[in-house]
């Protein structure tokens, strides 16, 4: 499909029969758009505009009528700038609500000095096997998810950039990153059984990280008394102001469920189940500003609290304890 700011977008699926037991699948998606907001500002980039692609690949092995693997593979990748709207008057803490005063007079066009970025890329790897026996149905799943994320944004989008009188540099800097594992195992009586239960468990362990960095230099006329200070350290003229934001967070979470369900008559069941689940979250964070250019001391660490079984327990009560995910069928 094509179209207006040079649009291009492609999909496509193909059901490949490799023998009677083996099958593939492959789906794929791209898409490339200029942007709908364009930036007078020689420096900055347009914004609005798309460079996405998606892919996904599944392969169904099933050599009895008891037995099936399923492997499945994503990958996305997006590029893409958000659209931003302009600021009437340069920011200043001086100003009516510290400028922060929008301008909507032209939502197609910006004024941004600094290149901004919107990248996400996450690869997705899950595994299912089946197995039937004489008794239950057995259901194993197991499944990797990594996360790559990283944005920057021009934050003061005036028309007055630094150095002009009363201009602004202000950017702000998010980067976050995700690794996942989780698995499930269920088992589960047999479709024809007087009596349907379920019993399983589940785990997920998680790492992430993330930095949050916003960068500031004013020269408006709420910071003119720094200039002086500012020349006699050798730092740009006007107020610099640095915030580094960093965290690290760890997660566990694991269940053991099981339910019977039993059929009275035609229209009435009684169900009864238990789960147990325990979580747990460890996270450290730490934030540090420079002003000046001198940094601060670093504040302390935060640590959180250890969360043991107590995440979602009013919740965790009324669920009819089904299982702790599902990562799709073939």
Same mark, same amino acid.
């Given at each position: 499909?094509?179209?207006?700011?040079?649009?291009?977008?492609?999909?496509?699926?193909?059901?490949?029969?490799?023998?009677?037991?083996?099958?593939?699948?492959?789906?794929?998606?791209?898409?490339?758009?200029?942007?709908?907001?364009?930036?007078?500002?020689?420096?900055?980039?347009?914004?609005?505009?798309?460079?996405?692609?998606?892919?996904?690949?599944?392969?169904?092995?099933?050599?009895?009528?008891?037995?099936?693997?399923?492997?499945?593979?994503?990958?996305?990748?997006?590029?893409?700038?958000?659209?931003?709207?302009?600021?009437?008057?340069?920011?200043?803490?001086?100003?009516?609500?510290?400028?922060?005063?929008?301008?909507? !007079?032209?939502?197609?066009?910006?004024?941004?000095?600094?290149?901004?970025?919107?990248?996400?890329?996450?690869?997705?790897?899950?595994?299912?096997?089946?197995?039937?026996?004489?008794?239950?149905?057995?259901?194993?799943?197991?499944?990797?998810?990594?996360?790559?994320?990283?944005?920057?944004?021009?934050?003061?989008?005036?028309?007055?950039?630094?150095?002009?009188?009363?201009?602004?540099?202000?950017?702000?800097?998010? !980067?976050?990153?995700?690794?996942?594992?989780?698995?499930?195992?269920?088992?589960?009586?047999?479709?024809?059984?007087?009596?349907?239960?379920?019993?399983?468990?589940?785990?997920?362990?998680?790492?992430?990280?993330?930095?949050?960095?916003?960068?500031?230099?004013?020269?408006?006329?709420?910071?003119?008394?720094?200039?002086?200070?500012?020349?006699?350290?050798?730092?740009?003229?006007?107020?610099?102001?640095?915030?580094?934001?960093?965290?690290?967070?760890?997660?566990?979470?694991?269940?053991?469920?099981?339910?019977?369900?039993?059929?009275?008559?035609?229209?009435?069941?009684?169900?009864?189940?238990?789960?147990?689940?325990?979580?747990?979250?460890?996270?450290?964070?730490?934030?540090?500003?420079?002003?000046?250019?001198?940094?601060?001391?670093?504040?302390?660490?935060?640590?959180?609290?250890?969360?043991?079984?107590?995440?979602?327990?009013?919740?965790?009560?009324?669920?009819?304890?089904?299982?702790?995910?599902?990562?799709?069928?073939?």
């Amino acid at each position: 499909m094509t179209g207006e700011y040079d649009r291009l977008r492609v999909r496509g699926v193909v059901n490949v029969p490799l023998a009677d037991q083996l099958a593939v699948r492959l789906s794929a998606v791209t898409e490339d758009r200029d942007g709908y907001q364009t930036n007078v500002n020689t420096n900055g980039n347009e914004g609005n505009d798309a460079d996405n692609q998606y892919f996904r690949g599944q392969l169904l092995w099933e050599p009895t009528d008891n037995f099936s693997l399923t492997g499945r593979v994503s990958k996305f990748k997006q590029r893409d700038i958000p659209a931003r709207i302009n600021l009437a008057t340069p920011l200043d803490s001086t100003a009516p609500e510290g400028g922060f005063t929008p301008d909507f !007079t032209d939502l197609r066009t910006v004024s941004k000095d600094h290149l901004e970025a919107n990248d996400v890329n996450q690869d997705i790897y899950s595994f299912e096997v089946n197995v039937g026996t004489k008794s239950a149905e057995i259901t194993a799943i197991m499944g990797i998810s990594q996360l790559e994320y990283f944005l920057t944004q021009d934050a003061d989008i005036t028309i007055a950039n630094y150095p002009m009188p009363g201009g602004k540099t202000r950017t702000a800097t998010r !980067t976050q990153s995700s690794d996942q594992f989780v698995m499930e195992i269920r088992l589960n009586s047999l479709p024809d059984s007087p009596i349907d239960w379920l019993v399983g468990a589940f785990f997920m362990d998680e790492d992430a990280d993330g930095d949050l960095a916003v960068r500031q230099l004013d020269t408006g006329p709420g910071f003119i008394m720094f200039t002086p200070f500012a020349s006699f350290f050798g730092t740009p003229p006007g107020f610099t102001r640095d915030i580094d934001n960093v965290s690290k967070v760890e997660t566990t979470s694991g269940a053991l469920f099981g339910d019977v369900t039993y059929q009275l008559n035609e229209r009435v069941s009684v169900t009864g189940g238990l789960r147990y689940t325990r979580d747990s979250q460890d996270g450290v964070g730490q934030t540090q500003a420079k002003v000046l250019n001198f940094f601060s001391e670093a504040a302390p660490l935060f640590r959180s609290n250890e969360l043991q079984n107590r995440a979602c327990q009013g919740q965790l009560e009324q669920n009819n304890l089904e299982t702790g995910a599902h990562l799709g069928r073939f």
